[in-house]
């Protein structure tokens, strides 16, 4: 099983809405990362945590780290259409730079 | 701007056929990583590279090799040992600080099709 793992895998909103994405892993890690992916297209960074940090926030995003569960959130917040992607949590736990399968978002208008 | 420029955007390989992806970044970083995505699957790891002539093993390097003669360039060789490369391919480039410590820009992936 991999070392990151998003839940819920597809998660569908109205546009106005919040929504939010879990991510597990298994092993100790220094930071996690959560990347947008749209459709066809490469992956864009959106927060950087380290593992001594509890909450981050960047404009409508707020991901928080609880260590104890292994465990982060990613909340955004008045979700647009335009935030209709998938949404990937990463780790450096293990050897290695592991993505989880990812959470497919749709934000129906 | 900068940013990382992949090519082809879609690429077809024949059978026992040898072929080469293209990645080029003007973001002046010294870390470059190629990935591969598989439908409703994450990234895995194929090779990664800290300085130039000198690059690592992923998760899943077997079938694959790179070069990294240029901190410019990280090109990816698909070899006819790689059984099934059907797949979305992803460079990567970050920063210095700890190989996965930063954050990584991606390219915008070259589809992989076997004819």
Same mark, same amino acid.
């Given at each position: 099983?991999?070392?990151?793992?998003?839940?819920p895998q597809a998660l569908s909103i109205q546009?106005?809405?919040?929504?939010?994405?879990?991510?597990?892993?298994?092993?100790?890690?220094?930071?996690?990362?959560?990347?947008?992916?749209?459709?066809?297209?490469?992956?864009?960074?959106?927060?950087?945590?380290?593992?001594?940090?509890?909450?981050?926030?960047?404009?409508?995003?707020?991901?928080?780290? /609880?260590?104890?569960?292994?465990?982060?959130?990613?909340?955004?917040?008045?979700?647009?259409?335009? /935030?209709?992607?998938?949404?990937?949590?990463?780790?450096?736990?293990?050897?290695?730079?592991?993505?989880?399968?990812?959470?497919?978002?749709?934000?129906?208008? | 701007?900068?940013?990382?420029?992949?090519?082809?955007?879609?690429?077809?390989?024949?059978?026992?056929?040898?072929?080469?992806?293209?990645?080029?970044?003007?973001?002046?970083?010294?870390?470059?990583?190629?990935?591969?995505?598989?439908?409703?699957?994450?990234?895995?790891?194929?090779?990664?590279?800290?300085?130039?002539?000198?690059?690592?093993?992923?998760?899943?390097?077997?079938?694959?090799?790179?070069?990294?003669?240029?901190?410019?360039?990280?090109?990816?060789?698909?070899?006819?040992?790689?059984?099934?490369?059907?797949?979305?391919?992803?460079?990567?480039?970050?920063?210095?600080?700890?190989?996965?410590?930063?954050?990584?820009?991606?390219?915008?992936?070259?589809?992989?099709?076997?004819?």
């Amino acid at each position: 099983s991999q070392q990151g793992e998003e839940d819920p895998q597809a998660l569908s909103i109205q546009e106005g809405e919040n929504a939010t994405m879990n991510c597990s892993y298994k092993t100790s890690i220094n930071n996690l990362q959560w990347y947008r992916q749209n459709s066809g297209r490469g992956l864009v960074h959106l927060i950087l945590i380290r593992s001594n940090e509890r909450e981050k926030h960047s404009g409508r995003l707020r991901v928080t780290l /609880d260590t104890s569960k292994k465990s982060s959130s990613l909340l955004i917040t008045a979700s647009r259409a335009a /935030d209709t992607a998938s949404y990937f949590c990463a780790t450096d736990g293990g050897q290695n730079f592991v993505f989880g399968p990812g959470t497919r978002l749709s934000v129906l208008p | 701007d900068g940013g990382i420029t992949q090519s082809p955007k879609y690429l077809f390989r024949k059978e026992g056929q040898n072929v080469t992806l293209s990645c080029e970044q003007n973001l002046n970083h010294d870390a470059m990583y190629w990935y591969r995505q598989d439908p409703g699957q994450g990234l895995r790891l194929i090779y990664y590279s800290q300085i130039v002539n000198d690059f690592q093993k992923g998760d899943i390097a077997e079938g694959y090799s790179v070069s990294r003669e240029k901190k410019e360039s990280f090109p990816l060789t698909v070899t006819s040992a790689q059984k099934n490369p059907t797949a979305f391919y992803l460079c990567a480039s970050s920063i210095p600080g700890g190989l996965f410590n930063q954050p990584q820009h991606f390219g915008d992936g070259t589809r992989l099709s076997i004819l």
